[in-house]
């Protein structure tokens, strides 16, 4: 019996510490200053032709901008709390980009806000995005993601590259809350270039819920 109690006393210690930790983080996160710094370029929703694609009518989606942090912002480019068994080293800054084949598979990570560390692949089947028509349901009603979208990109079809997600607990590569999350090369890339692991490839901007692996 004394020793089942002292097994219990040290649970219960411990969960107090775990939950002192997490009071004291989101105290933190509730009364820190949230001001990031300023935009200072932005594409806004919308397209280009790829430099390198021969398909001049095709047209890639955009959204993105640039800030211009504080002078009081400090942010931290090591990456942290990675995923086992991957080629991204902690010690190595977050600081490199690369355009990579359109026509290639890449094994990719990604942090993000709601899901954290994910693993996927970038697939060499583009997606397609038409915000006039949707995808619809049949009961005839819009999706979701055709109301999401509706009159971005200039309301003109746009392509985008594919993240499949491999996952082991989470299903999806990326959920709300996730956008904005650097894409990182998880495997080098040989060649002339010979890319390492840690190289950021894009951003997240969108997820298909309709796309999963089972």
Known sequence: MQGNTSNKSKNLEKHREDLKSKQSKLTKATSHDRILGSIYATSGFTTCPRIDDSNTSRLWALDWCFIRLHDKVRLNNLPENLLEDVEIKKTVPIRFWARFGENDNYEVLKRGRSTGWTRGIISSVNSSINPRNGLRRRSGKATV??????????????????????????????????????????????????????TILGLIYARNGYCKQE
Do not use: M
């Open 145 to 198: 993601n055709q109301l999401t979208i509706s009159g971005f990109f200039n309301d003109k079809p746009v392509t985008a590259h594919t993240i499949v997600s491999t996952p082991e607990k989470i299903q999806y590569f990326v959920t709300k809350g996730d956008s904005g999350s650097f894409v990182l090369l998880n495997k080098k890339v040989k060649g002339p270039q010979k890319v390492p692991p840690g």
